[in-house]
């Protein structure tokens, strides 16, 4: 008579970190058969052929992608569907943390990402910008800009990514002060004097003192 096949499962779905199958193929004695398959992430164990009813092995391979996927298995003339889940999104930014001194500066860092997974850029401090595209997908590269600090304490920024955070600590502005005239020479008779104090930035504070009892600010 002539041969029959039936396989089972025949719809068989796997997570995304895939793992070993098996399917069963149902045919009279003497039937020859032989597997292939369609899809490069699928492979069949052993030579994956034979005679009368058996048993086929096979392996489905981890998921890259944030994408589902599909492939099957033909024997007999029948055919074995494999459904894949999709891989989760996963977001890490390389380097997470940055160190820069009080003056104005550029700089990037690199963020991975699954394959098919979209993130989004933000940053909590006005001073702290983003200079590239904000948004993207998979594997890419932020260029940033971080303002000048002004003040005398240092300060912390972050731009957050796909739950994850680039954190930028800056350091305060060193005070530098100046005065003028540095030397006065007034008469016997004393008087009145201005000295002008500049400083670079309007947060720098500064106590002005007299060492000589004859001499008051």
Do not use: E, K
């Not at 990037?108 to 993207?136: E, K, P, Q, R």
């Not at 005239?181 to 500049?198: E, I, N």
């Amino acid at each position: 008579g002539s041969c029959t096949y039936s396989v089972s499962p025949a719809t068989p779905s796997f997570g995304a970190s895939g793992g070993p199958g098996t399917v069963t193929l149902t045919t009279q004695a003497g039937c020859a058969w032989n597997a292939t398959t369609g899809a490069s992430w699928v492979t069949i164990a052993g030579a994956g052929s034979g005679t009368g009813s058996g048993t086929i092995d096979y392996s489905v391979a981890t998921n890259p992608s944030a994408s589902t996927r599909s492939g099957t298995i033909a024997v007999g003339g029948q055919v074995v569907t494999i459904s894949q889940a999709a891989a989760p999104c996963t977001y890490t930014v390389t380097p997470s943390s940055i160190f820069v001194g009080s003056d104005a500066a550029t700089g990037n860092f690199s963020i991975a990402a699954t394959s098919g997974c979209s993130w989004n850029a933000t940053s909590n401090a006005a001073w702290l910008t983003m200079t590239s595209a904000s948004g993207g997908s998979g594997n890419g590269t932020i260029a940033y800009s971080v303002g000048a600090n002004p003040n005398t304490s240092s300060r912390t920024g972050a731009i957050s990514v796909g739950g994850q955070s680039f954190t930028v600590t800056q350091a305060a502005v060193v005070c530098t002060l100046a005065i003028s005239p540095t030397a006065s020479s007034p008469t016997a008779a004393g008087g009145a004097g201005t000295v002008s104090v500049t400083a670079n930035t309007g947060s720098c504070a500064w106590t002005a003192a007299s060492n000589a009892s004859w001499l008051t600010v």
